[in-house]
């Protein structure tokens, strides 16, 4: 991470906007800073990770949630009039970044209440509606290439037969 954050700072000897230039390299300094919080902090264990995750996801439904409203709520001749925090290419990786953490911890976390994993299985899917109305064609793509990607490997890792002669027919 750091290494990209010194390329981007090399980058600024052939730049003619210093304005822009500047504005990019504030907009970047957490790229040097988070490797450096994250391999030194004695009290991140796997709850504050977790903790942490999923107040990524929250605050990631609130952004959408206020993007939502703003986009139904006013006639809008651009979607992309309706992100006044974030760029819809963005917030659309949030989006899919959201999604994967929560099927994530739906997959992995066995023995938890009924509720909860409706819960996320409803964050799931309001997140799927979320890319689908708002036209994020980014988050989408990703999410489609990623899910083909996952589907071979779940099928060439398997030990079932059937699992392999069904796929080969697709």
């Excluded at 996801?57 to 952004?63: A, E, L, Q």
Aim: hydrophobic share 60%; proline share 2%; aromatic share 18%.
């Amino acid at each position: 991470f750091s290494s990209m954050f010194f390329l981007l700072v090399i980058g600024l000897l052939w730049t003619q906007d210093f304005k822009y230039a500047y504005e990019d390299i504030r907009t970047k300094i957490p790229i040097l800073i988070f490797p450096l919080v994250l391999s030194d902090n004695k009290y991140l264990n796997f709850k504050v990770i977790k903790n942490l995750l999923f107040l990524f996801v929250f605050s990631v439904f609130v952004s959408i949630s206020i993007s939502f409203y703003l986009f139904i709520s006013s006639e809008m001749s651009d979607v992309r009039f309706a992100f006044p925090y974030v760029s819809h290419i963005r917030m659309s990786i949030m989006i899919y970044l959201s999604i994967c953490i929560l099927m994530y911890y739906l997959i992995i976390e066995k023995g938890n209440k009924l509720w909860y994993s409706l819960l996320k299985i409803a964050g799931i899917v309001l997140f799927l509606v979320f890319l689908m109305v708002l036209e994020l064609m980014t988050g989408m793509l990703i999410l489609l290439i990623s899910g083909f990607i996952f589907l071979i490997s779940i099928v060439l890792l398997s030990s079932k037969k059937w699992i392999k002669i069904g796929f080969s027919f697709l």
